[in-house]
Nanobody
Framework: QVQLVQSGGDLVQPGGSLRLSCTVT????????IGWFRQVPGKERELVACISGDGGPTHYDRSVEGRFTVSRDDGKNTAYLQMNYLKLEDTATYLC?????????????????WGKGTLVTVSP
């Protein structure tokens, strides 16, 4: 059974940084894309970043491009989302996910497994 175990959410001031982690268990995730979504109450869940399998291309939403960096350490079966220059509007629950396919982006309808989510709060 594939599971995604998340960590790293916190309260941070505007302009600050956080790194989220997503560890995949039950699967050698090297060849699978990992996506980072975020959800705000009352809004649709949106894909903000994605990294393809096996060191392939990355994908970013325009709202985070240049501030967020997605990476992976396949030796640890873990993907990361480094978030810099955080803004108030980045406040959300962040969820990692996979569709067990190689390439990005990942569509919500294709997600096979979700992480439980971690709350990122950006506040003065």
């Amino acid at each position: 059974q594939v599971q995604l175990v998340q960590s790293g959410g916190d309260l941070v001031q505007p302009g600050g940084s956080l790194r989220l982690s997503c560890t995949v268990t039950g699967l050698n995730s090297k060849l699978t894309a990992i996506g980072w979504f975020r959800q705000v109450p009352g809004k649709e869940r949106e894909l903000v970043a994605c990294i393809s399998g096996d060191g392939g291309p990355t994908h970013y939403d325009r709202s985070v491009e240049g501030r967020f960096t997605v990476s992976r350490d396949d030796g640890k079966n873990t993907a990361y989302l480094q978030m810099n220059y955080l803004k108030l509007e980045d406040t959300a629950t962040y969820l990692c996910a996979t569709d067990l396919m190689w390439s990005c982006p990942i569509a919500i309808r294709d997600v096979v497994t979700w992480g439980k989510g971690t709350l990122v709060t950006v506040s003065p």
